[in-house]
């Protein structure tokens, strides 16, 4: 009941849960399709973005099974092509890898200046490491959050033994108040970014991609998009995927390996294309 729900609403361009819900109660199509039943907006959300992604595969799979068994369609010949969809979030509201990057050096080259500092005005520090970087950074290593943590709890250890010391105060005040959390932060935009060159902060799977529409304008805007693989035979889709990268070369292979074809071609078509 609630695939078709979603399903119709789809068809009637009504994406939002409340307008859903609201649907439900007031037109007439919805009350027939859902047998009278009335789910909140939770309850189409939790769905939509838990049960409804196995669901659909299910679906999928058994209409597949139905079209093979009726002789619809074969899988003898498999015609592939991709559109990209943009995605519902605002395009003004990227993460860019590029920039990320940059902004993250920066401020690991200042934490390693900072630290320097400190050594310079710790003499015992000074005395045993030289112009080296302390240990925990692991001498000329990169800057990491984590080693930063385990920074900033040595020089709270050397506070409790030089508490008049305003230079450790002051360093380690602003190492963990600015430098800690913005390199937290950038090193968790490189997670989700996983080598792509930028994602949507209200719609972290969708990358910036350029539409078509956009081919002819002036100044081209990208915008956050998914490119959807579509696989058909006889005007039938036998098999979809959905991909993050721009281009259609990059996405065939990958969306291959998602298919399954029945009676035993899936090798055999897997062959032609390796």
Request: a neutral charge; aromatic letters at 10%.
């Amino acid at each position: 009941m609630m695939l078709k729900v979603i399903v119709y609403a789809y068809t009637q361009k009504i994406y939002s849960s409340r307008k859903i819900e609201k649907a439900l109660w007031e037109n007439i199509g919805f009350m027939w399709i859902s047998g009278g039943n009335q789910p909140d907006f939770h309850t189409i959300n939790n769905f939509r973005g838990e049960t409804m992604k196995e669901a659909v595969r299910k679906v999928f799979a058994s209409m597949m099974e139905f079209l093979v068994e009726e002789g619809y369609v074969k899988m003898e010949n498999y015609f592939v092509d991709g559109t990209k969809i943009g995605a519902d979030s605002n395009p003004h509201k990227m993460v860019w890898a590029k920039k990320t990057q940059k902004y993250k050096e920066r401020l690991q080259k200042q934490i390693e200046e900072l630290l320097n500092e400190i050594d310079q005005a710790n003499e015992r520090e000074q005395e045993e490491y030289g112009e080296e970087n302390l240990e925990e950074l692991g001498g000329n290593s990169v800057v990491t959050a984590e080693k930063l943590k385990q920074k900033v709890a040595e020089i709270n250890e050397q506070l409790k033994e030089k508490p008049q010391d305003k230079v450790l105060k002051k360093a380690v005040k602003k190492l963990e108040r600015e430098d800690l959390p913005c390199l937290e932060k950038y090193e968790e935009q490189e997670r989700i970014l996983n080598g792509r060159n930028s994602y949507s902060k209200t719609d972290p799977d969708a990358s910036s991609l350029r539409m078509k529409e956009d081919r002819t304008a002036r100044k081209p805007l990208a915008r956050p998009a998914y490119n959807v693989q579509t696989g058909t035979e006889g005007q039938f889709v036998v098999g979809y995927s959905i991909h993050q990268q721009a281009d259609d070369t990059s996405c065939f292979i990958p969306h291959m390996q998602t298919q399954e074809f029945p009676q035993g071609r899936q090798f055999k078509r897997r062959r032609l294309w390796q």
